[in-house]
């Protein structure tokens, strides 16, 4: 079956420090994937996307993701956090044969002063 | 602002009630879709259409109705409310022609509480 797993609920970081958020795929052909961030009471924003090519691939408030088709992962980088990156994010993978997105369960963002 | 816009942001309903979820994009996007979001289980897509006169299922569909009569709408119909359907809803929109390739363009949700 088709899923994506974010297997952190909550991270704390210090602002400043750098940041890696996991998510790993399970998908039947190489997935398109994308990253969201959620501030409180808004809705979704694109991040980033990867569909083909270069395995890392630069988004958008300096966020980076690296897709690793060995380790079926796609984990998102910043190398230094702000105090306004603090939400959630997700990820999310669709394909080819589909319009559909598959999310996973989120991973929300703290940021220590 | 292009995008999608959701009214309304906020309701509150009583168990049994009826209520729409309006949903409305001005990007021509053919591709429509309605997700929930609950604590710990990521969105959840209820319902997608692909273009006007074309709905289906999703994950989720039980209790919702959809209908597409313009390339613009697709509302939300909760026929008969239940405690259950607390949860946020997020209506998003993509283009087609590269399935999904271009990832959703979100609304700001609409938060509903069911009491």
């Known amino acids: 079956a088709q899923s994506v797993t974010q297997p952190d609920i909550h991270i704390t970081v210090s602002e400043g420090a750098s940041l890696e958020l996991r998510c790993n795929y399970s998908?039947?052909?190489?997935?398109?994937l994308f990253w969201y961030v959620q501030s409180p009471g808004q809705g979704l924003q694109l991040l980033l996307k990867y569909f083909s090519g270069d395995t890392l691939v630069q988004g958008i408030k300096g966020f980076e993701a690296e897709f690793k088709r060995s380790q079926s992962s796609f984990n998102l980088r910043k190398p230094s956090v702000h105090w306004s990156d603090a939400a959630e994010y997700f990820c999310a993978a669709g394909g080819d044969s589909s319009y559909k997105l598959i999310f996973g369960s989120g991973t929300r963002l703290l940021v220590r002063p | 602002n292009a995008g999608v816009t959701q009214t309304p942001k906020f309701q509150v309903l009583k168990t049994g009630q009826s209520m729409t979820l309006q949903c409305a994009q001005d990007m021509n996007h053919e591709y429509m879709s309605w997700y929930r979001q609950d604590p710990g289980m990521g969105l959840r897509l209820i319902h997608y259409?692909?273009?006007?006169?074309?709905?289906d299922q999703g994950e989720v569909p039980n209790g919702y109705n959809v209908s597409r009569s313009t390339t613009e709408d697709f509302p939300l119909r909760l026929l008969s409310a239940a405690p259950s359907q607390t949860s946020v809803y997020f209506c998003?929109?993509?283009?087609?022609?590269?399935?999904?390739?271009?990832?959703?363009?979100f609304g700001s949700g609409t938060r509903l509480t069911v009491v």
């Open positions: 259409s692909v273009g006007a006169g074309i709905t």
């Open positions: 998908y039947g052909a190489t997935p398109y």
């Open positions: 998003a929109s993509s283009p087609v022609d590269g399935k999904a390739n271009y990832g959703y363009t």
